[in-house]
């Protein structure tokens, strides 16, 4: 059974939004089912089926992302695509994408759309892509007492410290940006943010989604143990997480591209960062500058995307190396062995 923190933490989102006159008025939770009346926007041939958008999401991604949990899926992709399943006025209906081709399940019609596209993980090369919608990287955490992100100049940091996890490619990425020996490996991520939540180290580099998942969404039964440590400069070069459609389903495209727009400025993306990444976070990796649609071969990636436009309110980006490459044998990531339950997102609220 999902935790009764889970479904509180649900609901007081879906209240938010409601009062917000934000349209969200469903909650995927475990089932990306909802029981509300519909009046859909969009229809077939945008759609496979009437009423319905089917949504390929990847169970085997390391959370927050997604997650399989008893009969169902929870996580940020889940909670997103019920957003925007909601703004269509359409039943969502969550499709396991773990192993499978998405450009397959987007031709044959098996799904409408796939979630968390990205170039170092699930890709397509025949179909169009919708965002970002969040940005990921090698990042720098810290101790924040408000809601604000601090602003912080990597120029500083030099003949300082930053606990990181062995071998991972946030501990190059530190050693290539601040100086030689700037990282110190530790075994885990619980090892890297202990150490900084126990006042051994000031800073510490993970990447910047897992990171702040690990962080935010804390031990229930330890809930000081990572308090107020968030993501808060994106560090190497910050990599766009897109949703993908079929290259011939241009209509979708364009709405999904305007509904997206809609979900980020009004508000509701931020909420569903927030319950998964906390506020400081959530702030840094959200993308605020423009969401397009365009050819999946011509997305912008890593080595093209400007470091000027990564990160919110001009607090990040400033020390982003666009041309920073990782050796090919370095970690991709950070591991994420000791991550918490997702049933329990948002049990780091303050």
């Known amino acids: 059974m999902i935790g009764r923190r889970f479904w509180a933490r649900a609901l007081v989102i879906t209240t938010v939004l409601a009062l917000a006159g934000m349209g969200l008025t469903g909650c995927a939770g475990a089932t990306g089912s909802r029981q509300l009346p519909l009046s859909p926007t969009v229809s077939t041939p945008a759609i496979g089926q009437a009423g319905v958008l089917k949504v390929g999401v990847d169970s085997k991604r390391l959370a927050p992302f997604t997650s399989s949990y008893q009969s169902g899926y929870v996580g940020m992709d889940v ?5 925007i399943a909601d703004r269509l006025g359409l039943r969502l209906q969550l499709v396991d994408i773990a192993g499978k081709s998405a450009d397959d399940l987007l031709n044959s019609g098996e799904v409408d759309m796939v979630m968390s596209l990205e170039q170092s993980g699930n890709v397509i090369s025949q179909g169009r892509v919708i965002g970002p919608y969040v940005y990921t990287a090698p990042a720098l955490f810290m101790v924040t007492r408000s809601n604000t992100v601090p602003s912080v100049d ?36 619980s090892d890297v943010f202990d150490a900084v939540g126990n006042g051994q180290s000031t ?40 949703i993908g459609v079929s290259k011939t389903n241009s209509q979708l495209a364009d709405v999904l591209t305007t509904t997206l727009r809609t979900i980020r400025d009004n508000g509701e993306l931020g909420v569903i960062l927030n319950k998964w990444l906390g506020p400081v976070s959530s702030t840094v990796v959200m993308n605020t500058q423009a969401i397009v649609s365009q050819s999946a071969s011509d997305a912008i990636g890593p080595s093209q995307q400007p470091s000027s436009t990564i990160g919110a309110q001009g607090t990040e980006g400033t020390d982003v190396s666009a041309g920073l490459q990782a050796p090919d044998d370095q970690a991709a990531q950070d591991t994420g062995d000791d991550l918490p339950d997702p049933s329990n997102a948002g049990d780091g609220t303050q």
């Open 203 to 242: 800073y510490a580099a993970a990447d910047a989604i897992i990171g702040s998942y690990l962080t935010y969404n804390y031990d229930p039964k330890n809930p000081a143990r990572y308090r107020d440590i968030s993501c808060v400069k994106l560090l190497g070069t910050p990599t766009g997480v897109y």
């Open 154 to 189: 990597l120029q500083t940091l030099k003949g300082t410290t930053v606990v990181a996890q062995k071998d991972s490619l946030s501990a190059w990425t530190v050693d290539e940006l601040i100086g030689a020996n700037t990282s110190r490996p530790l075994a885990t991520l």
């Open 79 to 83: 909670d997103i695509a019920a957003a």
